[in-house]
Structures are given as C-alpha cells and as structure tokens.
C-alpha cells in the first residue's frame, strides 16, 4: 500500500513539474517551433511559411502565431499535431481567459472559445479596424481604431471598450496634419498587469521623425489623465519598455534619440509619479531589451559599449546580458562570449533565462542560460528578417510563458 501511495507521489509530483515548466515558442526561417524545457528538445508545430508573432495563451497550451500573408492561426502545445484554427485577414489578436480575440482587416473584433472551439463576435463595427490589441481583467478592451476609407486606414485614435455595458469610448484622439501642426498618432506601447496604466507611443504623423524617436506617454484609466513625458524620448520597439510588475508606475526604459540602436541608447528607471529618471549605466554604455524578473526584484537586460558615430549592427563580442538587483543596486555580467552577440532576456525558473544570440552574419540561435551559468543552444537559425538599424523585433519570433 505504501508502494501504490509513493507511486501515486511520484507521478503527481512529475507531472506537475512538467506543467510549471515555462512554454516556449520560436521562429525559424521556415518553422514554428515549440522547445521542450524538461530536455531541450524541439518539436516542429508547423512549416512551409515564414511564421512571425507567436503567443502562447495563459494556460500555455496553445500558441497563436501569424504568416506574412495576414492568416492566424492556433496550435496545440499538448497535443502537437493538432492545429485549431486557420483564419485570413487578421490584423492583431491577444488572449484573454480561454478566449483569442482577434481583430480583421475588414473590420470587426472576434473570439474563439478553446473550450468549444466556437467564434463569435466580440465587437461588432463594420467598417473599423482595431489593433494594437490590449485588455484588462474586467474584459476592458483598448485598441487603436481606425475608420476604413477607400485604399486607407483614417486613424481614430486609442479607445475604449468595456464588454460588459458595450460601452465605447475615444480616451486619446488622433489629430491630422494642419499648417502649423504635423499632428498627432498616438499608439499603445503597453497596458500595466494591473490594466490600469496605458503607456503611450506619441508619434507624430511622419514615419521619419518616429524612426528616429519620439515621447513616452501615460493614460491612467483610473482617472482619466493623459501625461506626455517630453523629457523622455525613445525609438517605438516594445522592448525598448519593461514594466515592473509589483510597481507598475515604475519602468525601465532604453532612452535615446536617433535610430541607430548601438548609440546614444541608454538605460534607466522612470518613476512615473515623480517623473524622476535614474539611470543604471554609465554613459558609455549603450543598452537593449530590458526585462523584470516575475517578482520585480531584478532587471535583465543586453550591454555594450557605445561606439558612437560608428554604424556596426550586432558586432559579435560588443554585447552581453546583465542583471540588476534592485535591492542592492548593483549590476552583474551573465555572459562572456567574445563571438556572439546576447540579447533579448527572458526569464524562466531557478533563475535560468533563454535568450538571443548572434554567432555570426544574420545567424541566430535560441539559447538557454542555466543556473550555473552553462549556455546550451536550442534552437538554430531562426528567422532573423525583423532588423532595423541594429534592433532585433525579439517578439516577432519568440514567445516564453512562465
């Protein structure tokens, strides 16, 4: 009896060691692979396209990922020779409970139940686009919205929709070109974990100037203010903002104007109630693709040396990943290499991280940083087409779900 109980123990223990094991999701150039974090191994969701923008749903059972031509799909992490879905036109999508909502190009904003493998409508406006997809725990919607005109989206600005009283609402409106003004074309960068706090992309309506920079901005919907941070400038990638997690009034932030990501590209706190920014590395360092650890407690984030006035796009050897411990303020070298490139941090347990790692021209694998500081690749080649002025698109091939 004893033996049958110790039994019992051992498969109910291993088995939920296998669920607590975070999801991971990558890109080849061809591929949508999922990496097995118990063996490192690969297994292969689906191939014959160039995939881009995975996300894994909060169950980590399923992953959702788009092709070039604008089709969505869903694939099982479970079961990995099913695929749920296929669906063309789509322009955005994020998770909700065991709900996709997902957007379309010809208007409309749709779900699909996991659980009853059913679509339905979520919001019903023919003739509008949303994207730029965000939502709360109260099923609050936030979207940029545009009104669809013949061979043109008219941005609308950032709005609001609560999907229990199917109320909308415009909490940040676009505003055109005009004589004096190049306007203004807001974006949501990112939504706090507690929904509260929408950081803002404040663009203005010209591609050029937003390549090479423009303001942070803050909706709190708590109280309906907006705040633009003029002191503030930054080039509009998503991994250029890390929210903490406990404290979501405080961010990381990569500040610096230019489009060239290996100058003038600095790292700093931003606390947003003072506005007081703190910066975390000496001016001669340049940084990338800041990340909290899931407590709040530690910040990771890419390093290297500022070579300024010289063009040199993931030099191998310039870059390396750091934390930082926000109690004892104090940064630590994780990697050493002299021929990679490290980037794009991502945490998963026992202070392990997977990360990005150019080991040569527009080569790049997938890596894993144990405890003890050993690396191991898990994946080769992925898809490296996201590049701009040395800035990597880290979230157009990768998703890890702890």
Not at 20 to 40: D, G, K, P, R, Y
Not at 145 to 157: E, L, M, R, S, T
């Amino acid at each position: 009896m004893k033996k049958i109980i110790l039994l019992f123990l051992m498969v109910m223990i291993q088995s939920y060691s296998v669920l607590a094991q975070s999801a991971v999701v990558a890109m080849t150039e061809n591929q949508v692979v999922m990496i097995n974090l118990e063996n490192n191994k690969t297994t292969i969701l689906n191939q014959g396209d160039k995939f881009l923008k995975p996300l894994i749903s909060e169950s980590k059972s399923y992953v959702a990922y788009q092709d070039e031509k604008s089709n969505l799909y869903i694939s099982s992490l479970v079961n990995n020779e099913e695929m749920l879905i296929k669906v063309e036109g789509v322009k955005d999508y994020i998770w909700h409970e065991n709900q996709l909502i997902f957007s379309k190009n010809e208007g409309n904003v749709y779900q699909f139940n996991l659980e009853t493998h059913e679509f339905s409508l979520f919001l019903e406006r023919a003739g509008y686009v949303y994207d730029e997809l965000k939502m709360n725990n109260q099923g609050v919607l936030f979207a940029k919205k545009y009104a669809i005109v013949p061979d043109y989206n008219w941005p609308i600005g950032i709005v609001e929709y609560d999907s229990k009283s199917l109320d909308e609402s415009i909490l940040i409106g676009y505003e055109p070109v005009t004589k004096t003004s190049i306007g203004f074309n807001p974006s949501i960068a990112k939504l706090s974990s507690d929904g509260k706090l929408i950081y803002i992309w404040c663009k203005p309506n010209s591609g050029s100037i937003t390549a090479d920079g423009v303001n942070l901005g803050m909706y709190d919907t708590s109280n309906d203010t907006f705040i633009k941070f003029n002191q503030i400038t930054m080039l509009v990638y998503l991994d250029n903002l890390a929210i903490n997690p406990i404290s979501n009034d405080v961010v990381a932030l990569i500040e610096g104007e230019g489009r060239v990501m290996n100058e003038n590209k600095h790292l700093y706190f931003f606390k947003v109630k003072s506005q007081e920014m703190i910066p975390i590395l000496s001016n001669e360092m340049t940084a990338m693709s800041p990340i909290f650890s899931f407590d709040g407690s530690k910040l990771y984030y890419s390093a290297g040396l500022e070579v300024p006035k010289e063009y040199k796009p993931f030099e191998l050897g310039s870059n390396h990943l750091y934390v930082y411990d926000l109690t004892t303020k104090k940064s630590t070298q994780l990697t050493q290499s002299k021929k990679t490139f490290d980037f794009y941090p991502q945490e998963i347990e026992n202070n392990e991280l997977v990360f990005l790692q150019f080991v040569g021209k527009d080569k790049l694998n997938l890596v894993r940083r144990l405890a003890d500081g050993k690396e191991v690749t898990l994946l080769e080649n992925l898809n490296t087409n996201f590049q701009y002025y040395g800035h990597l698109e880290g979230n157009q091939i990768l998703d890890v779900k702890k």
